[in-house]
């Protein structure tokens, strides 16, 4: 079934001829589908994610991820991908830009455990790992990006996300129009806001918080 799996995904990513503004290599595409069947190969043991489906998988999580590497600032230099989990936004973002330096925040040990399997998998040479709990990270730089994919409970980590946001110089948060309130009323006057409504999606956003310069 994963073979099966892997030469649908495969030709949904070779057809699209527009993915978040890019136009995905021969090689791109192969690290995704590697990507995919290395979810698909621990989801079982782990419960990564209940998208696996080829055509979702790819909206959801791999269009999604490239969506965010469209918005990033360019004096971005550093992106800290918060409570990783499968690796997204992460994963598909370092694909999309390879040469970015990315770290994946995992407190799970055996999801970073997977995360190093698909970091070495896919030679991703710019990606780093910390198997630890966000609070405990050092204050980032202004250089650096947050991102955060929401989840369950989202809203009572959110405060604790924003409080180590507060230096860096970029925060992307893929989730409802609730927690993009939040944001708003949380960090209203030190960063630009930008909501942008994900595709195939009746609640789901983008929302994009640059510091201002």
């Not at 959801?60 to 800290?80: G, T």
């Not at 598909?92 to 407190?107: D, F, G, N, R, Y």
Request: hydrophobic fraction near 45%.
């Amino acid at each position: 079934m994963i073979a099966d799996h892997n030469t649908a995904l495969r030709d949904l990513l070779t057809a699209s001829n527009d993915f978040a503004g890019r136009t995905l290599s021969v090689e791109q595409i192969e690290q995704l589908v590697k990507y995919y069947a290395l979810v698909l190969k621990w989801n079982r043991a782990l419960n990564l994610t209940t998208i696996t489906q080829p055509e979702e998988f790819k909206q959801r999580h791999l269009y999604e991820s490239f969506l965010v590497a469209k918005y990033l600032s360019p004096s971005i230099r550093e992106a800290w991908d918060l409570g990783s989990g499968l690796g997204v936004p992460g994963i598909p973002l370092s694909v999309c830009e390879p040469t970015l330096q990315i770290k994946l925040v995992e407190a799970n040990h055996k999801k970073a455990i997977f995360l190093g399997e698909v970091v070495s998998g896919l030679e991703l040479k710019h990606v780093r790992i910390e198997n630890c709990r966000f609070e405990r990270l050092a204050a980032p730089t202004g250089e650096v990006a947050l991102m955060v994919r929401a989840v369950d409970k989202m809203g009572a980590m959110l405060s604790q996300i924003l409080r180590l946001g507060y230096s860096v110089g970029q925060l992307v948060i893929l989730g409802t129009d609730a927690l993009a309130k939040i944001v708003r009323q949380e960090i209203a006057g030190e960063f630009k806001l930008e909501i942008i409504a994900l595709p195939d999606s009746q609640n789901r956003f983008l929302i994009n918080a640059k510091r201002f310069t």
